[in-house]
């Protein structure tokens, strides 16, 4: 069996619940554009990285410059809100601790950008845990496209069946498996028969819940 020496985290609902505060930031920057959405036509578009996203609502004629302008504004209005909210998913830190002296490495491979993974990482004050970070600037598509994961194993110097990979969305859990990770599923977006249904081989509410024994075995 092949030794497990990574797991690849994604960030927003998995390192944070933070999926309810992007989606309030999202409406709100909108709105402010006059592009007046419901909850559920918002999140039937909400895929993908924010560059794909700005264009999805803004255009696909829009200049590059534009893109990061509109991008960087509903990141800050994300930023402002979730500020005084942010706490971890509950036994992260400890998780990432045990996962040290086991010398398994923490990666990441998230949608979010620079500022936004600076604010989680730096906020929680877990940077020092995480051998990589990959975020959504630095590809071209997003989930469910498997680049990402591809590019977080690439600079790892890690195989695909040398990692694991925990997902809160879908679009995260498929991305993963399409570039041949294993998937544990967090529900902190979707439910557990959901998340196993897409490929998930094991599901937790919260890191507590996570037998990391059992899954280093699978």
């Given at each position: ?14 390192l ?5 505060f ?30 794909e996203m700005?264009?999805r ?5 829009i ?5 990061e ?5 509903k990141?800050?209005i ?6 005084k ?8 830190t400890?998780?990432?601790?045990t ?24 906020e ?20 469910p ?18 990692c ?8 995260g859990v ?8 294993k ?36």
């Amino acid at each position: 069996m092949t030794k497990t020496k990574a797991i690849i985290f994604d960030m927003d609902g998995t390192l944070v619940d933070s999926i309810p505060f992007h989606k309030d930031a999202w409406l709100s920057f909108l709105k402010k554009h006059d592009i007046i959405l419901d909850p559920d036509q918002f999140q039937a578009q909400n895929h993908g990285n924010l560059g794909e996203m700005i264009r999805r609502f803004f255009g696909q004629d829009i200049s590059d410059e534009k893109v990061e302008e509109l991008g960087q504004e509903k990141e800050k209005i994300y930023r402002d809100l979730y500020k005084k909210h942010i706490k971890e998913i509950y036994g992260l830190t400890d998780l990432l601790n045990t996962m040290k002296k086991q010398d398994i490495k923490a990666s990441l491979a998230t949608m979010g950008d620079i500022p936004n993974i600076d604010f989680v990482l730096d906020e929680l004050k877990i940077r020092p845990f995480f051998h990589s970070i990959t975020g959504g600037h630095e590809i071209l598509r997003g989930k469910p496209d498997a680049e990402i994961f591809k590019l977080s194993l690439k600079k790892m110097n890690f195989k695909n069946t040398e990692c694991m990979v925990i997902e809160d969305s879908i679009g995260g859990v498929l991305s993963a498996r399409k570039a041949g990770i294993k998937v544990i599923g967090i529900t902190t977006s979707y439910s557990a028969d959901e998340l196993k249904r897409n490929g998930c081989f094991y599901t937790i509410s919260n890191f507590k819940e996570l037998d990391l024994d059992f899954v280093l075995q699978c």
